[in-house]
């Protein structure tokens, strides 16, 4: 972090590092939120970012009906008596409107049929005996069972969809049920990445002496396109200034963010750090964390830059803890951290760091219900721990853990939504 806008009273300072809590913040205090909205239709919409809230035009459901295929009754006139039977005198189906009902009649109805005027509760077919016309009753009747009333889920002019809500197929559902054809949602961010090193090679190609292929370009496709991002991808980049300089330069007037992987550390064949620096201003850099030290943000023009460190498994983990919630915040998502579920260790950890660590791992039932196992190979090199696993633990600088102590575990069902 530069000196001018850098967290001095950091006691991670002297370390050249600043911790995880201070990077997100100094992130998330840059993500301007995209202003630009476009109208989409509802059955577009999935993954987009609401522009504003919604308000119900409409109760919801707009009469009252029924819940079950019963008989409509005055609860009343109904008795749980052998003596007593009500006259069935319409039938009512969904869609259908019926007749006032008159007292000492029932009428037929089915699951979300309207109720007929005068009838105040419906009484399930299972607890009714038809007998030509008459219907008598099995179970007790009360006022207002197996009827919705009108409004019971949405009343009118009430707020449905939040501003900034990510739309799952649960708010699409709701946005249709209250007649809404088409929704205003953000633009979609467009994202720049390109990959730096001459080692890489694309898949598909011929793997020279040396060279390995590229797998951070899929994850990060893969990422990006959850978050519902447009991509610009720029491909792999030779290990030199010049041309580095001449990616970013040419991502930024394509982006809104420019994410890059590797190159980021300080080796003679690291360029991405000087790159920034001559075209841009590097903002942040070195964060108390690993996988993923060399994390860094910074601008170029008016793009947004963020570095990640080329190890597969850095690339994922600090895209999940930084880069996620600062493109959700730029999406205009106000809940951009995720909820660290306290679950058992079934590991211990016995030896502090420094860094905050993030470890592969799984639920996994253990003698006490569930316990959280993490992948026995942790280096940032081995995708396959980040397969085996469904979350990361997180374990904070500093401490310990022995096996039983809760420990926070963030599910990849959130970190990758
Ligand atoms: P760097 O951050 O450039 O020093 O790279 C660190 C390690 O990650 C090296 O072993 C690189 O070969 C590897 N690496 C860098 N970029 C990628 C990539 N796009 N895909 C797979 N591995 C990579
Ligand atoms: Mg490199």
Redesign the pocket.
């Known amino acids: 972090m530069s000196s001018s806008q850098g967290v001095s009273t950091d006691p991670m300072q002297a370390t050249g590092m600043i911790s995880v809590d201070q990077a997100l913040e100094f992130m998330l205090a840059r993500a301007r939120p995209l202003e630009e909205t476009e109208s989409v239709p509802v059955s577009e919409a999935l993954g987009r970012v609401l522009a504003h809230a919604e308000i119900s035009p409409m109760d919801v459901p707009g009469y009252a009906s029924s819940s079950m295929d019963g008989y409509a009754v005055r609860a009343g006139d109904a008795a749980v008596d052998a003596s007593v039977s009500l006259r069935v005198a319409q039938r009512i189906a969904a869609g259908e409107i019926g007749v006032a009902l008159l007292a000492g009649e029932a009428a037929r109805i089915f699951t979300g049929a309207p109720l007929p005027e005068g009838a105040d509760a419906v009484v399930i077919q299972e607890d009714c005996e038809r007998r030509g016309d008459q219907v008598c009753f099995r179970g007790p009747v009360s006022a207002g069972e197996n009827v919705r009333p009108r409004g019971n889920d949405i009343q009118a002019a009430s707020e449905v969809l939040a501003a900034g809500a990510r739309l799952r197929p649960q708010e699409l559902g709701l946005a249709a049920s209250v007649g809404l054809a088409r929704l205003d949602v953000v633009r979609r961010l467009r994202v720049a990445i390109f ?3 001459d ?2 090679v694309q898949p598909g190609e011929p793997l020279a002496a040396g060279a ?6 899929y994850t990060l496709r893969g990422l990006l396109s959850a978050l519902g991002c447009q991509i610009i991808d720029l491909g ?1 980049v030779e290990d030199t200034l010049a041309a580095t300089q001449a990616a970013l330069l040419e991502a930024a007037a394509q982006s809104d963010v420019v994410v890059t ?5 300080v ?1 003679d ?2 360029h991405v750090k000087q790159a920034v620096e001559r075209v841009g201003q590097l903002e942040m850099w070195r964060v108390a964390v690993k996988p993923g030290k ?1 994390l860094a943000y910074g601008r170029i023009n008016t793009a947004d830059f963020i570095g990640l ?4 498994v ?2 994922l983990v600090t895209f999940c803890l930084f880069v996620r919630p600062f493109l959700l915040r730029r999406q205009g998502v106000p809940h951009v951290l995720g909820n660290g579920l306290a679950v058992p260790a079934a590991f211990p950890w016995p030896r502090p760091s420094r860094r905050r660590e993030y470890l592969r791992a799984r639920l996994e039932p253990g003698a006490n219900g569930i316990a959280v196992s993490i992948y026995p190979k942790q280096g940032s ?1 081995v995708l396959t721990s980040t397969v085996w696993a469904d979350g990361l633990v997180e374990i904070r600088e500093g401490t310990t853990v022995e096996p039983g102590d809760p420990v926070p575990y963030y599910s990849f069902a959130e970190l990758l939504f």
């Open positions: 990959s730096s090193g080692e890489l390995i292929y590229n797998s951070n370009r792999s992987s590797g190159g980021m550390s080796g064949e690291d060399p460190p080329g190890n597969p850095s690339t090199d």
